[in-house]
């Protein structure tokens, strides 16, 4: 079993940044294939953000964070971090990280078998 567990969310104006960390605990993280974020905004599917490959580093990105957002992992305190930077109204969502134990579609939700249980944010114009 595996605990994941988001904080850093919040509430910032557009053009600001915020930092959301994802702690880990439970199964040993190095067992991982790879972490992402997903967000979901009101009335919409949850869509993918980032991942990043637990193994080499290796990260993807949207196209509509691309540039803006940073994902990142720390072995030592089984943490990954998003920064998000230029920070939109439309990046306004709840945001999850989730766990992929195999090399599926990273695109797709059902490639994750964990979830955290999301932090808010929201970025006003």
């Known amino acids: 079993q595996v605990q994941l567990v988001e904080s850093g969310g919040g509430l910032v104006q557009a053009g600001g940044s915020l930092r959301l960390s994802c702690a880990a605990s439970g199964r040993t993280v190095s067992t991982y294939y790879a972490m992402a974020w997903f967000r979901q905004a009101p009335g919409k599917e949850r869509e993918f953000v980032a991942t990043i490959r637990w193994s080499d580093s290796n990260t993807y990105y949207a196209d509509s964070v691309k540039g803006r957002f940073t994902i990142s992992r720390d072995n030592a305190k089984n943490t990954v971090y998003l920064q998000m930077n230029s920070l939109k109204p439309e990046d306004t969502a709840v945001y999850y990280c989730?766990?992929?134990?195999?090399?599926?579609?990273?695109?797709?939700?059902?490639?994750?078998?964990?979830w955290g249980q999301g932090t808010q944010v929201t970025v006003s114009s």
């Open positions: 989730a766990v992929r134990l195999g090399s599926g579609n990273i695109y797709y939700t059902n490639s994750y078998i964990y």
